[in-house]
């Protein structure tokens, strides 16, 4: 499999993101929320159950997560503490007024000197109560693709329009190593690609145990 093409999503989410860090190399750095509002907009008018937009702190060259000391929401009267993981997953809310407000976010990571950077990521990370099938892998392919294509006409129509990603299926992220007997199916330890294909429609049988999973992104094919 072509790795690289596999990070094609993070890296046009990375090239076109009109939210990107400012000064990357200080102790910290600013960023406009208007660009997070935009995209959180294209996911609350879309009917999506389980596809998201997440933004994280992650390391240029490692892609290692850049952890968060502190983060602060600022607008010209206001100041609001930032949310956020242990994964340096920023929790941002879907706030029209913050964007009327010019709001910026301010975070500061623990260690001064990490290059970081801000990462887009398209995933379903919420499957608490799905039952792990090929049926329910449809679903969420479906979802994911409907939203890179919201966000792509978002981003990237207007800008460099032969870029746009074909999804071939889904890449799963397991807390542990997994092999599935499925041609459609390949695993490189616990992270495992699926060929969906629109028959799996019908396939309700269970393949794993949805606690297992930690994450679903677009795979993506040239």
């Not at 994964?87 to 290059?115: E, F, G, R, S, W």
């Not at 969906?196 to 993506?220: H, R, Y």
């Amino acid at each position: 499999m072509n790795k690289p093409v596999l990070k094609l999503v993070t890296t046009i989410a990375t090239c076109f993101l009109a939210i990107a860090a400012n000064n990357t190399y200080a102790k910290e750095f600013v960023m406009s929320y208007d660009g997070f509002y935009d995209r959180l907009k294209v996911v609350n008018k879309g009917d999506f159950q389980y596809a998201r937009v997440n933004f994280y702190i992650s390391d240029i060259g490692t892609n290692e997560v850049c952890s968060i000391k502190s983060g602060t929401i600022l607008t010209e009267k206001n100041e609001y503490p930032l949310n956020y993981t242990d994964k340096a997953q920023l929790l941002l809310p879907y706030d029209k007024q913050l964007d009327t407000d010019k709001a910026v976010i301010v975070v500061q990571p623990k260690n001064p000197v990490h290059d970081c950077q801000l990462k887009l990521q398209i995933e379903a990370n919420e499957l608490e109560g799905l039952t792990f099938s090929k049926q329910s892998l449809l679903t969420i392919n479906n979802e994911l693709e409907a939203l890179l294509t919201d966000l792509s006409g978002f981003f990237v129509s207007k800008l460099m329009w032969f870029l746009l990603p074909e999804q071939k299926g889904v890449v799963v992220t397991f807390n542990a190593p997994k092999q599935f007997d499925d041609e459609r199916i390949t695993c490189e330890k616990s992270v495992c690609y699926f060929e969906v294909i629109d028959s799996w429609q019908n396939d309700t049988k269970v393949l794993a145990d949805i606690n297992e999973v930690i994450k679903v992104t677009p795979w993506i094919s040239k």
